[in-house]
């Protein structure tokens, strides 16, 4: 079961539009020390914006500290890193390894967290990384994506792993345990949300994320809506779907119709036939790039953070989600999910799969036998 911890204000965020400026605002108030945890970190205008406040931070004094995936992070090494290091900003990178075109399972664990920590009183938890969201989906319209701002008690455990996440990353590249104390968060109470921390790993919690979205689903009993960039679940993520959409639950995937991964995204469709059969609404996103990764059910459940509904995330990367038990914060992010389906998706039906040209689906359905494949050499095959 996941732990609820009591006494939380958190903030939803939507797209970079809001993230940013909050982000460089905490920044520029920090006055002990500042954690950033992110897969990409660009060298664009947010990139170098966000770059400047962390070096300002540290031109007050403030221990600045950056992890960044070696593979997501490949532009950060060569172009931003150096002149960071050089001002003061403490950075290390997740597995220097550049391909990712290796099964071997070391190459695919990523950290693909995207976490701030300032002054332990505050910390962001999503799925944003640090790139401009126009530059990829062009304007007017950003990337499509979500975090949370949280303070509370809720502090003390994102800490916790925050720090030990840092301290392995240290010693894995320095091979020295580091025994610094680092800042710790109280407990005061904040606010009145009930909330939970979850992440993904490969030690004690790799299944946290995706049994916490197991069991919100078994329990819906009115409605469950999920926007998954990457959508690729097991087995047992897709039993569990088609067994509240026949119980009389309206279960609707909001997922990407502009793809950045084309093998993955035929890989998804050919998942659709089945999930139209049993009465799962789909809907594709195609007013921006869809980067989202949160869900709620029941206008009460609802998360948000890193982790699609994939191999990669679900069976392979680090991860970090927030899981908020509250009505009124899942009424906002149900009510944002809203104006996303209407706004910018359209809805896919079953005669929309038939008319498809026979060759569409002949992709598909060796994306999905190529996707699956790669799952079984890289022994995961047994939930999916």
């Given at each position: 079961m996941t732990e609820l911890v009591e006494g939380n204000a958190i903030a939803l965020l939507e797209n970079g539009l809001q993230y940013f400026p909050a982000l460089e605002a905490e920044i520029d108030t920090a006055c002990h020390e500042v954690f950033l945890e992110t897969y990409i970190f660009s060298k664009d205008a947010i990139g170098r914006r966000i770059a400047a406040a962390l070096v300002r931070a540290v031109a007050r004094g403030v221990r600045v500290r950056v992890l960044v995936d070696g593979?997501?992070?490949?532009?950060?090494?060569?172009?931003?890193?150096?002149?960071?290091?050089?001002?003061?900003?403490?950075?290390?990178?997740?597995?220097?390894?550049?391909?990712?075109?290796?099964?071997?399972?070391?190459?695919?664990?990523?950290?693909h967290r995207k976490i701030a920590l300032i002054d332990a009183r505050v910390a962001f938890v999503g799925g944003i990384n640090i790139t401009d969201d126009f530059e990829l989906a062009g304007p007017p319209h950003p990337r499509y994506d979500y975090a949370v701002r949280v303070e509370g008690p809720l502090l003390r455990p994102i800490a916790e792993s925050v720090h030990r996440v840092w301290r392995l990353v240290s010693w894995a590249n320095f091979r020295r345990r580091l025994q610094e104390t680092m800042r710790q968060p109280t407990a005061a109470s904040a606010g009145e949300l009930r909330a939970a921390f979850l992440v993904r790993d490969n030690l004690r919690h790799r299944r946290d994320i995706e049994d916490a979205y197991l069991a919100a689903i078994a329990r819906a009993n009115h409605e469950v809506v999920i926007?998954?960039?990457?959508?690729?679940?097991?087995?047992?993520?897709?039993?569990?779907?088609?067994?509240?959409?026949e119980r009389g639950v309206r279960v609707t995937l909001i997922l990407q119709g502009l793809a950045d991964h084309p093998v993955q995204a035929y890989a998804t469709r050919a998942l659709y036939p089945h999930l139209l059969d049993h009465g799962v609404r789909l809907f594709e996103y195609h007013r921006s790039y869809l980067h989202a990764k949160v869900a709620v059910i029941d206008g009460r459940w609802a998360t948000v953070g890193s982790s699609n509904i994939d191999p990669f995330s679900l069976l392979l990367a680090r991860e970090a989600n927030v899981v908020v038990e509250d009505e009124a914060f899942a009424g906002r992010l149900r009510a944002s999910l809203e104006v996303a389906m209407r706004d910018g998706a359209r809805e896919l039906r079953r005669d929309d799969w038939r008319r498809l040209r026979p060759l569409r689906r002949v992709l598909s359905w060796l994306a999905y036998q190529a996707v699956r494949l790669a799952i079984g050499l890289a022994g995961y095959g047994g939930r999916h």
């Open positions: 593979f997501g992070g490949r532009e950060f090494v060569r172009e931003l890193m150096p002149a960071l290091v050089d001002d003061g900003v403490e950075v290390l990178i997740y597995r220097r390894e550049l391909r990712m075109m290796s099964l071997r399972r070391h190459r695919l664990r990523r950290m926007a998954s960039a990457y959508f690729f679940p097991g087995r047992p993520f897709r039993q569990t779907l088609l067994e509240a959409a």
